[in-house]
């Protein structure tokens, strides 16, 4: 999954909902460098994608995909999960999707979020930037709509270093929508319950 399924499978607590979307950031195994939440949400980032990785709903679903989408499916299908979590999004929070990434961003942007006394540690420039990026694009929001998983495929295509038709995921997704959705819905009733994340 990608940055709302990240967010959404922390369960409401923003700390961690933040130091789950840095763990892309996090490399290696020196967590001692990190706050207690911090680790805590690297774990997490860790533990979902592992959780996804190796499902057997989305490897069995990765098959034929990886004949439209050559070395990118993986990616594809993290992005097409968004879309459906932020289009399907009543289904799984009570909380409206507008109001729930306002809500995230309002923590996350703030100053004396970024910082912690513990281990003297500070969220890096870099993860700071993409927060802002996702925040004034309004990404997460725009996954909602077929425009969002567009401009989502489009951009990470031309930042993956390797020649890739991802800019043809929304198409592909169009296609196969019934089939991707009825996978989708089958794996997140096991990763809320993984996670343990309540049913609205």
Not at 2 to 28: I, Q, R, V
Request: aromatic share 14%.
């Amino acid at each position: 999954m990608n940055y709302l399924g990240h967010l959404f499978l922390s369960g409401n607590n923003k700390e961690l909902m933040m130091a789950n979307l840095y763990g892309d950031f996090f490399k290696g195994s020196h967590y001692e460098v990190l706050p207690e939440i911090v680790e805590d949400g690297v774990h997490l980032h860790r533990e979902i994608d592992s959780f996804i990785d190796h499902h057997p709903i989305t490897r069995a679903l990765l098959k034929p995909l990886y004949d439209l989408l050559p070395k990118i499916a993986p990616i594809a299908l993290d992005l097409y999960f968004d879309h459906l979590l932020a289009k399907m999004w009543s289904t799984y929070h009570v909380k409206p999707l507008d109001e729930f990434v306002a809500d995230f961003f309002e923590f996350a942007l703030n100053p004396k979020n970024q910082t912690f006394e513990e281990n003297n540690f500070e969220y890096p420039t870099e993860y700071l930037q993409l927060l802002n990026i996702i925040h004034s694009s309004h990404w997460l929001t725009r996954y909602a709509k077929i425009e969002g998983l567009e401009f989502a495929c489009a951009g990470l295509s031309q930042r993956i270093n390797f020649e890739n038709n991802l800019h043809e995921g929304p198409t592909i997704f169009a296609e196969n929508e019934s089939i991707i959705a009825a996978s989708f819905h089958q794996y997140m009733q096991e990763a809320m319950e993984q996670f343990g994340i309540q049913k609205p």
